[in-house]
């Protein structure tokens, strides 16, 4: 039996921006919500980045399945506007910097008392409340925040960002899922709910490994490891190289290392004792390293994968995205879709990871362009052509 989308009928009006939020209610989107994009006038920031490096795409990417109204909320009658449209809204979503939203007279007991089961979701660097609220927050200061580029990069080189916005969205992800929880707390209480998630402690379990060992009996251990394991207590556990490129393995365990050395040719290491358990080797490293990586060496990267996997060893080809974006696997299955997009061209975008067996993935649509649905949304709380056009000429919409 097929089943309708799980938040069909839910309505978002969606205040957020760059990626943070704008990725928790695409994930909502795609689970069948409508959600109305209200952009300040000229729209939001990340429409705005000079298209000409590609900077189009995470827009794109992000605001699929979205429809989109201009709204100048400094104003008081795009304020009045904003509570005529919050009548018909469950969600609202922001990740302004925090206070923003109670300066605009749109805040939680606003909101709240304009419709009592509202659900608002902050999303910030640094919580809604404490001593950092205020800090300005970007995903390259939380990781340094955080302590995530602490730990990424080598031990005889500097901190190091990661390459992935992983803070943002990882924030994301927590805001989805705290409004998916408070959307199931309102079904069965009837309660609205005040939702403030912070990137920083959304990507604090990130570190796990990390975190792990400064509370072991080693001190030894650097605070980045490079491609090795966070607490250096996995091994084999790298980023090794081949004939064309590299392979990320790891061994979680000895029966993953016996595959491993079946697959090397070294049947010996197996019993060997200063490689037979997790401990041998870790406590060998480097020799450990050596072994495989002469080993990896001497094929390709796909030849690898093929024989590693066949011994049940967790291995990788490390890919550029090229090769990512055309994998036909993730088009196959869905994950990534080429699509026309009416702004940007031929691009490949990504659709929600989240599945369920009996619902199909909803139909995709691209971003929409700035504003395109004002008529018909502000249609529907009375707004005829000649009051937006009035709108239009005071800098309302």
Known sequence: MTMGQPLTGI????????????????????????VIKVEPIGGEFLRRRDASSGAFVPFAMLNACK???????????????????????DVVVENYAPGVIDRLGIGYEALRAAKPDIILASG????????????????????????????????????TKSGAALCDFLGGVHLFGAISTALYRRA?????????????????????SNIGMTFGARNDIPLRTGNRHGGLSLCPYNVYPSRDGYVAII???????????????????INDPSTAKNKDRVANMEMVDQLVATFTREKGKQELLEL?????????????LTEVIADPVLHERGALIDVDHPAFGNITLPRSAIRF?????????????????????????????????????????
């Open 67 to 89: 429809d989109s109204v201009s709204l100048n909320l400094k104003s008081d009658e795009g304020r009045e506007i904003f509570f005529k449209l919050l009548a018909n809204a």
């Open 357 to 397: 067996a009996d619902t199909p993935q909803p139909n995709y649509r691209c971003s929409p362009t700035y504003a395109a649905d004002n008529e018909r949304i502000y249609g529907e709380i009375g707004l005829d052509a000649k009051s937006l056009e009035r709108l239009t000429e005071k800098g309302v919409i």
């Open 11 to 34: 309505r978002v009006l969606d205040l957020t921006q760059i990626y943070n939020g704008p990725y928790a209610t695409f994930l909502m989107a795609m689970a069948g919500a409508e």
């Open 251 to 269: 061994c979680n365990n000895d029966n993953h290392w016996e595959g491993l050395a079946r697959a090397m040719g070294r049947p010996d290491l």
């Open 308 to 320: 590693l996997q066949a011994a049940r060893v967790p291995t990788a080809p490390v890919r550029d």
């Open 188 to 208: 069965t209480t009837g309660e609205g709910a005040r939702i403030d998630v912070s990137m920083l402690e959304a990507v604090y379990v990130t570190m796990a």
């Open 124 to 159: 910030s660097g640094y919580g809604q409340d404490g001593a950092y609220r205020d800090y300005m927050a970007m995903d390259l200061t939380i990781q340094a925040m955080s302590g995530v580029m602490s730990v990424t990069g080598y031990p005889d080189g500097p901190p």
